[in-house]
């Protein structure tokens, strides 16, 4: 039989107790540990041998912390933290919690780096980011959204998020260079202006392929010397790029 110390018992009383008052204050706190579970599990289980099986540490964390239900129609709410895409409007979605983290996690961003985002939709990826330490740039072509995204993110405190509508195919050359771009839209080609705006030793995470079809997502990287190396990770079905293309 196992006998417990009066301290022993107070201080599970009190883990108790704060973890009562968490759930209590944050009642999608556990929702969000089973969504970055789930990931951890895909991760480990479906990756193939061009993507990580484990993902960064500090990607799943922030992915626990920024709150998906905020960024997400009253109408899907319930849905928020399940790993599937889910309608935002004006015929865009927010993409599934896994491919958000892989993304994320392939840009092997440094702390307080700068990073440009093409296809803000709701704010998520720009929310992940920020909760990194990183200052976003982001950029929605479609004006009802963009707006929506920039009030959501100043109203949940990510002040390290810069947000516009505009163009995102011709990026954001005067905040540039940058050193990760992801690109949350499937574009034919890699757009030229992006990799003009991707710093030496940068990471671009972009989907390339047809609309509505199948398509790759792809690891850009720019090499010291100005030089392109270009890797096919899985495939992907991605909104499609809309702009100067």
Known sequence: MLL?????????????????????????AAARLDMVRTIEVIASKDSGGATPRTLAAEVLEAMRRVPRHA????SQRELAYTNRPLPIGYGQTISQPY?????????RLAKRSRALEIGTGSGYQA????????????????????????????????????????????????????????VTAAASQIPPPLLEQLRPGGRMVIPIGAAFMVQQLMLIEKVADGSIRTEALLPVAFVPLVGGQ
């Open 99 to 107: 491919i958000i983290a892989l993304m994320t996690d392939l840009l």
């Open 127 to 182: 929310a992940v980011l920020a909760e990194l330490g990183h200052q976003v740039y982001t950029i929605e072509i479609v004006s009802e959204l963009a707006e929506q995204a920039a009030q959501r993110l100043s109203a949940l405190g990510y002040s390290a998020v810069h947000a516009r509508q505009g163009d995102g195919y011709y990026g954001w050359p005067e905040a540039a260079p940058f050193d990760g771009i992801v």
């Open 71 to 74: 960024f997400v129609p009253v």
């Open 4 to 28: 417990r110390s009066p301290l022993m018992t107070t201080i599970a009383a009190l883990l108790l107790a704060g973890a009562t008052q968490a759930a209590t204050v944050d009642p999608e």
